[in-house]
């Protein structure tokens, strides 16, 4: 999978978690918006990528996860977001909902709140995980 289409992932997973909410199905849309930032953040690491480049095997491994914060620091961003972070307040509350997403929580019941927090979080166009994501894949 390429950089072009995991962006593209990531665009449809947030554009169908907004459908599940519509159909007040919090569980799923809590869940599919998660893997629109994994999408993100697997894009943003796929630009580090040099197409001559036989990538390092113990990195590549690294990049199979789920987690998001993990994902974030293989996508060499810590650092920046962490600054950002620390300039934008609301951006650090998002992120704080957003990191607790896991691939498991496909096994959890989902309140409406959780859902649209999440959702919110990933989303927001000023100080959105997924905007700020955006900006750097």
Same mark, same amino acid.
């Given at each position: 999978m390429n950089r072009t289409e995991l962006q593209r992932l990531a665009k449809e997973r947030i554009s169908d978690a907004e459908v599940l909410l519509a159909a007040r199905h919090w569980s799923a849309a809590y869940y599919i918006a998660g893997y629109a930032v994994e999408c993100a953040l697997k894009a943003c690491i796929a630009k580090l990528m040099k /197409? #001559? #480049?036989?990538?390092d095997r113990a990195f590549a491994e690294k990049c199979w996860t789920h987690n998001l914060p993990q994902l974030l620091g293989l996508a060499g961003l810590k650092a920046k977001f962490d600054a950002a972070m620390l300039a934008d307040p609301e951006?650090?509350?998002?992120? @704080?909902?957003?990191? $607790?997403?896991? $691939?498991? /929580? =496909?096994?959890? +019941?989902?309140?409406?709140?959780?859902? $649209?927090?999440?959702? #919110?979080?990933?989303? @927001? =166009?000023?100080?959105?995980?997924? /905007?700020?994501?955006? +900006? =750097?894949?």
């Open positions: /197409s #001559e #480049e036989f990538p951006l650090a509350a998002k992120w @704080d909902t957003v990191k $607790e997403w896991t $691939e498991s /929580s =496909r096994y959890a +019941r989902t309140t409406q709140a959780k859902a $649209e927090l999440l959702y #919110e979080a990933i989303t @927001d =166009r000023k100080h959105g995980v997924l /905007s700020w994501l955006k +900006r =750097r894949w």
